[in-house]
């Protein structure tokens, strides 16, 4: 049986990463990963410190790491990955002026097959703790697009609101079957 495909879909705050993971998950019969971030903001009620940037990126490999493993027993063909480590090392950078988690994300993140970069064109909606604002999103899009280009990795944006975006991660993902 071959190995699941992991799909990464990265993004700033507010660019629909959890709802398009869900449905291609969904459209392909395959599994998702949820973003340990949010799990951490809801659990904790606060956003993560310095301190704390290094055990959120290895956690969210780890669940990377789990649902592959439940994708290979049970035959699923992908693994949707919602906000990878980069992102965590995105974030740690911006907010924290710490770019030690670089080199570590980059390692991680040659295990995908594809990455979807999701593109900041969705209206702005704040939900308190994770979305600071619409001008923080466009500088951390910019961070994700620098960081991928400096690791020379393949990538496919996705844009559009709605249907047009899950049609346009299905034609992303459908690219790995060609």
Same mark, same amino acid.
């Given at each position: 049986?071959?190995?699941?495909?992991?799909?990464?879909?990265?993004?700033?705050?507010?660019?629909?990463?959890?709802?398009?993971?869900?449905?291609?998950?969904?459209?392909?019969?395959?599994?998702?990963?949820?973003?340990?971030?949010?799990?951490?903001?809801?659990?904790?009620?606060?956003?993560?410190?310095?301190?704390?940037?290094?055990?959120?990126?290895?956690?969210?490999?780890?669940?990377?790491?789990?649902?592959? %493993?439940? #994708? !290979?027993?049970?035959?699923? $063909?992908?693994?949707?990955?919602? =906000? /990878?480590? &980069?992102?965590?090392?995105?974030?740690?950078?911006?907010?924290?002026?710490?770019?030690?988690?670089?080199?570590? %994300?980059? #390692? !991680?993140?040659?295990?995908? $097959?594809?990455?979807?970069?999701? =593109? /900041?064109? &969705?209206?702005?909606?704040?939900?308190?703790?994770?979305?600071?604002?619409?001008?923080?999103?466009?500088?951390?899009?910019?961070?994700?697009?620098?960081?991928?280009?400096?690791?020379?990795?393949?990538?496919?944006?996705?844009?559009?609101?709605?249907?047009?975006?899950?049609?346009?991660?299905?034609?992303?993902?459908?690219?790995?079957?060609?």
């Amino acid at each position: 049986m071959p190995s699941p495909q992991l799909i990464c879909l990265i993004g700033a705050e507010c660019t629909g990463k959890t709802t398009l993971a869900q449905a291609l998950a969904a459209h392909f019969g395959g599994l998702w990963v949820p973003e340990q971030l949010r799990d951490f903001c809801d659990l904790q009620g606060r956003t993560p410190r310095m301190d704390e940037q290094g055990a959120i990126m290895r956690a969210q490999f780890e669940r990377e790491e789990q649902v592959a %493993a439940q #994708a !290979l027993q049970t035959g699923c $063909a992908y693994v949707f990955c919602d =906000s /990878p480590p &980069l992102l965590t090392a995105v974030y740690s950078d911006f907010y924290f002026s710490d770019p030690s988690l670089f080199d570590c %994300a980059h #390692a !991680l993140h040659a295990r995908y $097959a594809l990455t979807l970069v999701l =593109s /900041p064109d &969705l209206p702005w909606q704040p939900d308190g703790l994770q979305r600071a604002s619409e001008v923080v999103r466009a500088a951390v899009h910019s961070r994700i697009q620098h960081a991928l280009q400096a690791m020379h990795m393949p990538q496919i944006e996705v844009a559009g609101l709605h249907e047009a975006r899950l049609q346009a991660g299905i034609e992303a993902v459908e690219t790995l079957t060609c």
